[in-house]
């Protein structure tokens, strides 16, 4: 039996075709391939980047807040201690009022009607200040008064630690 005669060209043409097909199917492939592992690589490096930038700007950040805990436990410091300050010159000075070793008086004003008001004057000869007439206040009174300063220089240093924070928080 002969083979008729189109037989081997066409298996030659569909060899061919299988042969250029799969030819052209792994060029593809790789084209393909080495498509995608360039565009990974670029991801990859984008993502690095952002990574990377996130990072320092982090870093930045820390290093900022730091910085501002710092300012703030300074001025923490110096607001407890001018506060300590003030509350110590406070107690000295009641406890001078306690033991009369110091005495709060005031200026009279001579020319008021009504003269001294019946408010004792201390002695001109025995008294520091020369000219003026003045009269001792009560020691209660003079407490009480020590009490209202020491709280007005409490609100006094409390205001200006807020300023000092304000201040600190807004650079």
């Known amino acids: 039996m002969k083979a008729p005669v189109w037989l081997l060209p066409t298996l030659a043409l569909v060899l061919g075709l299988a042969l250029g097909g799969w030819c ?8 393909y391939d080495k498509a995608l592992a360039e565009q990974a690589a670029a991801y990859s490096t984008d993502r690095e980047q952002a990574a990377t930038a996130v990072i320092d700007w982090q870093e930045i950040q820390q290093d900022a807040r730091r910085a501002l805990e710092d300012r ?21 000075l009641r406890d001078k009022l306690a033991t009369t070793e110091l005495r709060l008086s005031v200026l009279l004003n001579a020319t ?10 201390t002695a001109g000869a025995s008294g520091l200040v020369h000219g003026a007439t003045r009269a001792e206040l009560d020691p209660a009174a003079a407490q009480r008064i020590v009490a209202i300063t020491g709280d007005g220089d ?3 240093i409390a ?9 600190q928080a807004l650079r």
């Open 24 to 31: 052209a199917w792994t060029w593809q492939t790789n084209a």
């Open 72 to 92: 703030l436990q300074v001025n923490d410091e110096t607001h407890y201690k001018e506060l300590r300050d003030a509350q110590s010159n406070q107690v000295r």
């Open 112 to 121: 008021a009607s009504g003269g001294s008001c019946g408010v004792p004057a």
């Open 154 to 156: 409490q609100g006094l």
């Open 159 to 167: 205001l200006a630690a807020c300023q000092t924070f304000v201040r």
